[in-house]
């Protein structure tokens, strides 16, 4: 659970740089967390971009904080009454499995294609769900019966979201999206809330700040089983984690008073303008890695 290892090696040589790193990078993702309920996706090209930690380790790892951070966030917006419980409940179970499926994915790629290849093909599946995300979010609304996508899905049974006051929902569909986020969630190694985020805005048709909060439970299961696959097979760090979670400790407190402030169609263009950026970032990275090959 160390993972020390697979650290690279100057940081065994800075180790207070390696804390402080973390620790800041911790507020940073805690404020993202408690304001978007977004946090792996982040987090794992920051760790593997900036510090040089592999994939894997880093997935492990983000999956590993992604629990005690999430934890914290979504029992403030538990306070706050931005949780849908029945629509958590149900993505969270379907999540889980999709997560299980993910990881085994996750460690056959990596063993079939070797490290370099699996690396710039975690590069483009990122990018690929980050910009998707991004559109899908800042794009506005082009439906006009005030219907959500599952509400127009002809496939029953349905069920009724009181919470968001939404009514006949298809439950198979809404176990569909589960899974199939969940398996990204597992292959990526990232909490999921940035699938999670378009998912419960535009396809259930939650609002914005009941979509943070739902989406930080959901991803917290998600992540407890990938949290899991990873440990046991040694792919995760404390060395990582505990600085990590120091940091988004504060950052979350930070994130959750801004959500309550901000107007619903700013936090919707703050978060496709964020993911952009990182998106920036990665593509930067992958450019770099193609012309070193």
Partial sequence: MTG?????????????LLVVAMAMMGLIVGVLTGLFG??????????????????????????????GNNSGAWARHMRLGNVALKTMTILAGSAVCGTLLGADLHVHLKTVLGVRIF???????????????????????????????LQRLPVPPRITIRAAQLRNISLPGLCAVGLA???????LGIGGGV???????????????????????????????????YGAKGEASLWIVMPLLIGSSVGIQIGSWLCTRLH????????????????????????LKLLAW
């Fill in 195 to 229: 699938l999670f985020v378009p998912v419960m805005l535009l396809v259930v048709g939650l609002t914005v700040h009941q979509t943070v909060g739902t989406s930080l439970g959901v991803v917290l299961f998600g992540a407890l089983s990938g949290a899991i696959l």
């Fill in 38 to 67: 977004v946090s792996g996706a982040f987090l794992i090209p920051m760790l593997n971009v900036l510090l040089g930690i592999p994939y894997t380790l880093a997935a492990g790892s983000s999956l590993s904080f992604t629990l």
């Fill in 119 to 149: 690396t710039l093909l975690m590069h483009g599946m990122f990018l690929v769900v980050l910009l998707t995300s991004a559109y899908l979010v800042w794009r506005p609304p082009t439906q006009t019966s005030g219907l959500s996508l």
């Fill in 4 to 16: 020390l290892d697979q650290i690279p090696s100057y940081l065994h040589d800075w180790p207070a």
């Fill in 264 to 287: 619903a169609i700013r936090i919707r263009r703050y978060f496709a303008l964020l993911v952009v950026g990182v998106a920036v970032v990665i593509a930067i990275d992958l450019a």
């Fill in 181 to 187: 986020a969940g398996t990204f969630t597992g292959l």
